[in-house]
């Protein structure tokens, strides 16, 4: 059972450019969650996706930031007219269950530098 | 929201010592607290977990204690090795609402052969 993979491991992008980062979850995982992390910080959370369906979007920026999960495919977070303060790791997380106990499997990342 | 605060930030340890991580969390609506390993260039792993109907698990040289009253919890790490070291990251999740777990800034483990 593949984990949860991500694409790309690393992305560059000039000022302005738009950042598409790809999440497919493990197997049988319906529940995907992004992270974003600085250097030296911890993750914070940006929003948690079922298929087709945003559940909670409270920790995404208002203006430039956007995130699906299809009924097909990967779930993507999609980040438009990067800054320089774009750069970070990102994470996506995946669980096969909402809930308070859920465990949330995480992806190696993808690494974001606005240059 | 929840807060979760997390000491000390740096750890170094010589191999065969025990590593103690701590955190604080605000919220006492929270009743889920894994604790995540992060090695470098990775994406972090879940180590170990204790709900707050349970005061202290343990896992080989692993354990975690939980103190609901003071509403902080504790990672133990004995006969530490160097491939213990990681950046270690505690996090709390509120029962209602979409549990989204909130996680400390982290704690870089250093063990020094």
């Known amino acids: 059972n593949a984990g949860v993979m991500q694409n790309p491991r690393h992305l560059v992008r000039r000022r302005g450019q738009e950042a598409r980062l790809r999440c497919s979850p493990m197997?049988?995982?319906?529940?995907v969650y992004w992270y974003r992390q600085l250097p030296e910080e911890g993750l914070k959370f940006m929003v948690y996706?079922?298929?087709?369906?945003?559940?909670?979007e409270s920790g995404m920026p208002k203006e430039r930031f956007s995130a699906e999960f299809p009924k097909e495919g990967p779930s993507i977070l999609r980040i438009q007219q990067v800054v320089r303060g774009d750069s970070a790791a990102y994470f996506c997380?995946?669980?096969?269950?909402?809930?308070?106990?859920?465990?949330?499997?995480f992806g190696p990342g993808t690494r974001l530098t606005v240059l | 929201g929840e807060n979760v605060e997390q000491h000390p930030s740096t750890l170094s340890v010589q191999e065969g010592d025990s590593a103690v991580i701590k955190c604080t969390y605000s919220?006492?609506?929270?009743?889920?607290f894994p604790w995540y390993k992060q090695e470098l260039g990775k994406g972090p792993q879940l180590i170990i977990d204790?709900?707050?109907?349970?005061g202290e698990k343990k896992d080989q040289r692993i354990a975690v204690t939980l103190n609901k009253t003071a509403k902080h919890f504790s990672l133990h790490i004995t006969e530490t090795q160097p491939e213990d070291s990681a950046v270690y990251f505690c996090?709390?999740?509120?029962?209602?609402?979409?549990?989204?777990?909130?996680f400390g800034r982290g704690t870089s483990l250093i063990v020094h052969p």
């Open positions: 997380a995946s669980s096969p269950l909402g809930g308070s106990y859920n465990e949330q499997f």
């Open positions: 197997k049988g995982h319906s529940h």
């Open positions: 996706l079922q298929k087709e369906n945003i559940i909670d």
């Open positions: 919220d006492s609506a929270s009743n889920y």
């Open positions: 204790i709900r707050s109907n349970v």
């Open positions: 996090a709390a999740t509120a029962s209602g609402g979409s549990y989204i777990p909130t």
